[in-house]
């Protein structure tokens, strides 16, 4: 009985072809469409028809024929998707370098903090859409600044590696607490209940409230365990932390050393020093 339909090209895998598909089909990254696609040919290379194939993975004869054929004609490469066709390119190079350039090197017009896609748009010529897509593409945002500063404190380098050893590698028996403060924290009491949150709608309260007064915070987190110890004074001066000192002796073992890492509060620009 003689044989119907058009012959199909041998398909041989190679060892390093064969790990590779495998690899892919069963990678939990891998798209699902890369993994059906390496499926595919590893069942044609196993001998099965491009019909039991399709029953198979439950997909049409052409779409068997198909990445068969792509991977007989360019092997793995032949997989991936190939390129679409749409509109060509409108905007050059050229016009990108100089959105770049005039965002980082030039300042923005007077009266103007920073750039904005609208005033940068009129100044290139480009859409406000397009100046858009290009500071996204190379991770441009003229509206955010973050500050620094340098400390001036002579005992800088000495004082960080005091704190960073007493984190990492604390003495033997010796307790480690990060001791800090929150000055006006204010009482407020709302006019009215707060409506709990439900599905689709966020949790709502009354704009109006009522202040009875402010307080201060103390605590000091054990940065092993993470218990806290935390007290509220009324007032913020040395007599309230000489107070919660007293505290932190009272309700921790009187057989561990005690060190203390807390702020200047004079300057809080000045970094953290250990106290023993």
């Given at each position: 009985m003689a044989r119907t339909g058009r012959p199909k090209a041998e398909l041989v895998l190679s060892g390093v072809e064969r790990d590779t598909l495998v690899r892919w089909s069963r990678r939990a990254r891998t798209s699902q469409a890369?993994?059906?696609?390496?499926?595919i040919v590893l069942a044609c290379a196993d001998?099965?028809?491009n019909q039991d194939v399709s029953a198979s993975f439950q997909v049409r004869p052409q779409t068997v024929a198909k990445w068969r054929g792509r991977f007989v004609r360019d092997r793995l490469e032949g997989l991936s998707d190939e390129p679409r066709p749409g509109a060509p390119r409108k905007i050059t190079d050229e016009q990108v370098e100089d959105?770049?350039?005039k965002t980082l090197e030039q300042a923005p017009p007077r009266g103007d903090t920073h750039w904005s896609t609208r005033s940068m748009a009129q100044s290139v010529g480009l859409s406000q859409t397009a100046v858009s897509r290009i500071w996204r593409a190379f991770g441009l945002k003229p509206h955010v600044v973050q500050t620094w500063k340098l400390s001036t404190d002579p005992q800088?380098?000495?004082k960080v590696r005091d704190v960073v050893g007493l984190y990492l590698d604390p003495p033997a028996k010796a307790l480690v607490l990060c001791v800090d403060e929150k000055s006006q924290m204010q009482a407020l009491d709302r006019t009215a209940p707060m409506l709990p949150m439900m599905p689709g709608?966020?949790?709502r309260r009354t704009h109006d409230y009522i202040r009875y007064a402010t307080t201060s915070l103390f605590a000091a987190l054990d940065i092993t365990t993470g218990k806290i110890i935390g007290q509220h004074q009324r007032r913020h001066r040395h007599q309230e932390f000489l107070r919660f000192?007293?505290?932190i002796d009272r309700n921790t073992p009187a057989e561990l050393?005690?060190?203390l890492i807390c702020d200047n509060c004079e300057d809080d620009q000045v970094p953290s020093?250990?106290?023993v």
């Open positions: 890369l993994a059906l696609r390496a499926k001998g099965a028809t959105v770049i350039t800088f380098v000495e709608v966020p949790a000192l007293k505290t050393d005690l060190h020093r250990a106290v």
